[in-house]
């Protein structure tokens, strides 16, 4: 059982620097990590070094963007081990 097991982290910032960091980190200790960015390559590659499709879901999103936060703060939003719905 890994640490973060059951977790679930909505991540912004992740398609490079320490936002990706974070992600593939979280990743590796068990967390359900949903990356956003505004950078679909960024996100692509922060998905693959944490270890490919499904290990982090992602989506393309500019949280400045008001209708882009409202989706990403929607009560219908769930993270399970990478899949989102």
């Known amino acids: 059982m890994n640490r973060l097991d059951g977790v679930k ?6 398609a490079s620097g320490i936002g990706r960091a974070t992600a593939i980190r979280l ?4 967390a359900a990590v949903y990356a956003v ?3 679909e390559q960024g996100l692509a590659e ?8 499904g290990a982090v879901a992602t ?3 500019d949280v400045t963007a ?4 409202a989706y990403l ?7 399970d081990r990478g899949a989102h719905t």
């Open 73 to 79: 703060t929607g009560a219908d939003l769930r993270v």
């Open 59 to 61: 989506r393309v999103a």
């Open 37 to 39: 960015d505004v950078s």
């Open 46 to 53: 922060t998905a693959a070094a944490a270890g490919g499709p």
């Open 27 to 30: 990743a590796a200790e068990g």
């Open 66 to 69: 008001s209708s882009d936060a």
């Open 9 to 14: 982290v909505l991540l912004t910032g992740a």
